[in-house]
């Protein structure tokens, strides 16, 4: 099996924390900024973000989760049913600068999906866009992050793994995989 | 990926624990859409619903209504006092004409029962029962025990008593089981005569003395006398049903504790549930049907994904 790790637990870190210096340099005291993690993946990121953020500035920021079942644009066109996420934001976005967070960006069309469901929840003044993986050549809409912890190159047969030590897995580490051997 | 055992939503009965248990958690995702700002979302915007009333609802149509607009869904609807059905035409005929006219989804309440599983045996779109005759009430069913589940966190291991017309009720035998798929005890009590004869073969309680069901219960669903489908008299008088078995505020407060007050509606005051009982603090009745709009997307949603 073609398995190959391309971001060990160190680097995962440094990039973690790169981010977050990013974030700051753009969001100075976060004083009107907010965090929303994409569920089901990009909340593991968005927490990450939150908990390191907090170690630098010594303060929390605001941190949601947004699930984007509903506004999902395959609905019916796919095989397998969609199961919705909680959505839990308890604050209010409209006004604020909202960070969206995601492990990886492929096609864009979940981030679509999510402005459309964040929209719901009032309006933001700036929304940006923070992943972990940027999927180079792959995207069906014109969608760009802001902040990138790494641009990678992959076929589509294959298939990017981000995986938590907090959350059932060995260590924090990212892999390329191919789908047909999964 | 989870998704429901069948195609059409005819009745409790044909569903099983793991569908009711699905229901409910995208109900509650559906819930939290309802208390947003914008309470709408797009899942249902290429599928056209048709309300097929053949018998009158206000809250239950509405309530479909609703669901089907906040999933952006297309909705037409009939009615059976203003249609050709009057002239008429076949059930059969009068659905397939709406379905010619490229609807997916029926929603249909009649006063037969079986007619929802008729249907469902000639035509090719989803079909959800809102009432079929004395038969079933499946949305009604899980609102009530989504209602009980948000209010003890789980529905298993709960005394349940369906007090009233439980002859002519369709809530009831959904109700029953419902409650039962998800573990609770259940009972019912009514006068005798309105007790169908075979109830206890359900394996359902059976009491006819209202407040030793209260005294038993964690929660009381009482039911309508639904006059409308009585023929014969089963009682000498509305007075003397409320005398031995409507509740009013002050057998709520004689008992020695909390129990949870739930109708489906419409409520008649003053028969089986007095004013003061039906607006104190033990009634979860408008709760039920915040809920109802919910449960109606979460069962919409899930019929809608099964292609």
């Not at chain 1, 907010?34 to 010594?58: F, K, S």
């Not at chain 1, 996420?85 to 604020?96: L, M, Q, R, Y």
């Not at chain 1, 964040?118 to 929304?127: D, E, L, Q, S």
Request: one cysteine or more; a neutral charge; charged letters at 25%.
């Amino acid at each position: 099996m073609q398995k190959r790790l391309i971001v060990n637990h160190q680097l995962l870190e440094i990039m973690v924390k790169r981010l977050c210096h990013q974030l700051i340099e753009s969001h100075g005291d976060f004083s009107n900024s907010v965090i929303l993690g994409l569920q089901p993946r990009g909340i593991y990121v968005a927490e990450r973000v939150q908990n390191t953020l907090a170690t630098i500035i010594g303060k929390s920021v605001p941190t949601g989760f947004l699930d984007t079942t509903f506004h999902r644009d395959d609905f019916r066109r796919r095989e397998t049913p969609l199961t919705a996420n909680a959505t839990s934001i308890d604050f209010v976005i409209e006004d604020k600068n909202v960070i969206l967070v995601d492990d990886v960006l492929y096609t864009g069309r979940s981030v679509r999906a999510a402005m459309d469901a964040m929209i719901a929840y009032g309006r933001p003044a700036k929304v940006e866009l923070l992943v972990l993986i940027d999927r180079l050549y792959t995207r069906h809409l014109p969608i760009e992050p802001t902040y990138v912890g790494r641009r990678v190159n992959s076929l589509q047969s294959q298939r990017v793994l981000v995986e938590w030590q907090d959350h059932e897995k060995a260590e924090d580490s990212i892999w390329l995989i191919n789908k047909s051997e999964e | 990926m989870q998704e429901l055992s069948v195609r059409h939503l005819l009745g409790i009965k044909d569903i099983t624990r793991e569908d009711i248990q699905l229901i409910f958690e995208t109900a509650d995702n559906f819930k939290d859409v309802l208390n947003r700002p914008i309470k709408k979302v797009p899942s249902l915007r290429d599928i056209t619903i048709a309300n097929v009333f053949f018998e009158n609802s206000t809250r239950t149509r509405l309530s479909f209504e609703l669901a089907e607009k906040r999933l952006s869904a297309d909705i037409i609807n009939f009615s059976s006092s203003s249609s050709s059905v009057k002239k008429g035409e076949t059930l059969l005929d009068t659905v397939n004409n709406i379905l010619a006219m490229k609807v997916d989804m029926i929603v249909m309440r009649h006063s037969s029962p079986g007619a929802p599983h008729f249907l469902s045996r000639h035509i090719p779109a989803n079909i959800v029962n809102a009432g079929d005759g004395t038969h079933e009430h499946p949305t009604q069913a899980l609102l009530d025990t989504f209602s009980i589940r948000e209010k003890y966190g789980e529905v298993a291991g709960k005394k349940v008593v369906i007090i009233g017309d439980i002859l002519h009720s369709r809530v009831a035998l959904s109700n029953i089981f419902a409650l039962q798929k998800l573990g609770a005890d259940v009972m019912v009590c009514g006068p005798v005569t309105l007790l169908p004869k075979y109830i206890k073969e359900l394996g359902v309680k059976v009491e006819l003395n209202v407040r030793k069901a209260l005294e038993w219960c964690d929660v009381a669903n009482v039911l309508r006398i639904q006059l409308e489908r009585q023929q014969m008299k089963y009682f000498p008088s509305l007075r003397e049903y409320s005398l031995y078995y409507g509740i009013d505020k002050k057998m709520l407060d004689s008992l020695n504790k909390e129990i949870t007050l739930m109708h489906p509606g419409p409520i008649n005051r003053g028969v089986e549930l007095t004013s003061d009982a039906a607006d104190s603090h033990h009634s979860i009745i408008l709760n039920q049907v915040e809920n109802g709009v919910a449960i109606r997307m979460a069962v919409l949603y899930l019929l809608a994904s099964k292609k």
